[in-house]
């Protein structure tokens, strides 16, 4: 399945440089590309269920310059309303998880979030 990073383009270096700080090693060499998946404000992707089908989402989230500042982020599974799930973060705390997506798509072909994202969507660590 063909997915919109492969067609990611990486944000400006102006862009990036503002997240720079919050991130480090090869982090940095990823970020560009997680920041202009951020920029989007959207993804599609499938969340993988260990011995099941994966479930289709989509996750929208507001888009801001500053890294300091919160973000809601809001995923819908199934195309199904009573199925949204919504979280607020820092923007540079949601931009390490899209980062983590990129790299793991890169790694496995999945486009998804990784298991501590789904904790803090779910609040199941509050």
């Not at 919504?86 to 949601?94: G, H, K, R, T, W």
Request: aromatic share 12%.
């Amino acid at each position: 399945m063909a997915s919109a990073l492969d067609q990611l383009k990486a944000a400006s270096k102006s862009d990036a440089v503002v997240y720079a700080p919050y991130f480090q090693g090869q982090k940095r060499t990823v970020l560009p590309y997680a920041i202009g998946l951020y920029q989007k404000g959207s993804l599609e992707g499938e969340r993988t269920i260990e011995g099941g089908e994966s479930i289709p989402f989509v996750a929208t989230w507001f888009v801001s310059k500053l890294p300091s500042e919160l973000t809601r982020c809001r995923l819908q599974f199934e195309g199904n309303a009573d199925l949204s799930y919504e979280v607020d973060m820092q923007n540079s705390e949601f931009v390490s998880h899209l980062l983590e997506i990129i790299v793991n798509y890169k790694r496995t072909g999945q486009v998804d979030f990784s298991r501590t994202f789904y904790r803090k969507l779910l609040r199941l660590d509050e």
